[in-house]
């Protein structure tokens, strides 16, 4: 949570951190194929929720509300934090560190992009924010999974790559 939105996380009972459990036991669940009978008889997919055999789609719909909320809240979080758009790129690295110090915005992933964000007229400025949302939301699940074993590199490993590859420009 720290790197990706900048937020401490409580020691026990968090919120953020339930979130992100229960989005990815759901991810894990549908991702054992076999599961649901959707997987073997694809055309089940067209079948009302109220159907005998249905019951996934009352879970996928459960799922796709634990997502959206597990992207979404942290996000608009930071974008409260965010009291105002920076003037242009050059003064966005001032404007940060303004706001660091009277502690309106810690930096994180989420605040680098939504600086980055177009201006609130432009038309691609939805599209933009949906984009910058899932990119936050990614970097946060697949940093909070990492696992610290010798198979597997360290998460700061990860986020510097995932940093480098998309954040740097």
Sequence with gaps: ??????????????????????????????????????????????????????????????????????????????????????FSRAHAFFYMVILQKIGKAAPSVAATLIERLPDEDDPQRPMEEKVAQDVAAVAYVGLWSCKWTPNHGRPADYFITFYQAVLTP
Excluded: C
Excluded at 57 to 70: D, L, Y
């Design 1 to 86: 949570m720290d790197i990706s939105y900048g937020i401490k996380v409580q020691e026990t009972d968090d919120r953020y951190i339930s979130l992100a459990e229960e989005s990815l036991n759901g991810l894990n669940e549908a991702a054992i194929v076999g599961t649901f009978w959707v997987d073997l008889v694809p055309i089940l997919k067209y079948v009302p929720s109220w159907f005998p055999g249905a019951g996934f789609q009352k879970k996928a719909a459960h799922w796709r509300e634990i997502n959206a909320t597990m992207s979404g809240k942290p996000f608009r979080y930071v974008q409260e934090q965010l009291v105002g758009e920076p």
